[in-house]
T-cell receptor, first 114, second 115 residues
Framework: DAKTTQPNSMESNEEEPVHLPCNHSTISGTDYIHWYRQLPSQGPEYVIHGLTSNVNNRMASLAIAEDRKSSTLILHRATLRDAAVYYCILRGLGTTGTASKLTFGTGTRLQVTL | DTEVTQTPKHLVMGMTNKKSLKCEQHMGHRAMYWYKQKAKKPPELMFVYSYEKLSINESVPSRFSPECPNSSLLNLHLHALQPEDSALYLC??????????????FGSGTRLTVV
């Protein structure tokens, strides 16, 4: 799997937007960009994913650069419950009948303060 | 049902014990995964099952033995573990190869302590 680079940590004030960056300069044409987060003492939680176009869901937005070499996860209004480690992961398609891997990098630890 | 259920939540075992971790999902997902996570580190992939067949083994020691009895269940059998195997063991599922177009669903994990 291609590698991603994320800042180790970021801070945000509550109710402000948060932009979490991810660089993936070696992304291939079939790699999907996935974001997961892991709250303390819990398993990772799927946040959002995309291929080329920007994506929105109830949790977040994903902005993908035109060259696909970087992306940004946007939390529109951070809350204390959004404090977690956020992982940006590239995932390619597996071969027919075979699942592909989801390989975690070190992620970004987001702190949200009042 | 949109969950992955792992049991037990906590397990303490001696180095000579044999124990099993269990994982269950009823979302119709055909790929299931075991991950190991040490404190303050990202999850590390151990095994991938696709359509009940082992498709990826990330060079995991043989004291860890996975089993997929059917499309809803995944077990991890543990034998002769070492204290350094103490970790959070996470199970996940996805829609097989199509999972690149969809997310994984993770369980809450089993926190294992080897004494």
């Amino acid at each position: 799997d291609a590698k991603t680079t994320q800042p180790n940590s970021m801070e945000s004030n509550e109710e402000e937007p948060v932009h979490l960056p991810c660089n993936h300069s070696t992304i291939s044409g079939t790699d999907y960009i996935h974001w997961y987060r892991q709250l303390p003492s819990q398993g990772p939680e799927y946040v959002i994913h995309g291929l080329t176009s920007n994506v929105n869901n109830r949790m977040a937005s994903l902005a993908i650069a035109e060259d696909r070499k970087s992306s940004t996860l946007i939390l529109h209004r951070a809350t204390l419950r959004d404090a977690a480690v956020y992982y940006c992961i590239l995932r390619g398609l597996g071969t027919t009948g075979t699942a592909s891997k989801l390989t975690f990098g070190t992620g970004t630890r987001l702190q949200v303060t009042l | 049902d949109t969950e992955v259920t792992q049991t037990p939540k906590h397990l303490v075992m001696g180095m000579t014990n044999k124990k099993s971790l269990k994982c269950e999902q009823h979302m119709g997902h055909r790929a299931m995964y075991w991950y190991k996570q040490k404190a303050k580190k990202p999850p590390e992939l151990m095994f991938v099952y696709s359509y009940e067949k082992l498709s990826i083994n990330e060079s995991v020691p043989s004291r860890f033995s996975p089993e997929c009895p059917n499309s809803s269940l995944l077990n991890l059998h543990l034998h002769a573990l070492q204290p350094e195997d103490s970790a959070l063991y996470l199970c996940a599922s996805s829609q097989g190869a199509q999972g690149a177009r969809a997310g994984y669903t993770f369980g809450s994990g089993t926190r294992l302590t080897v004494v």
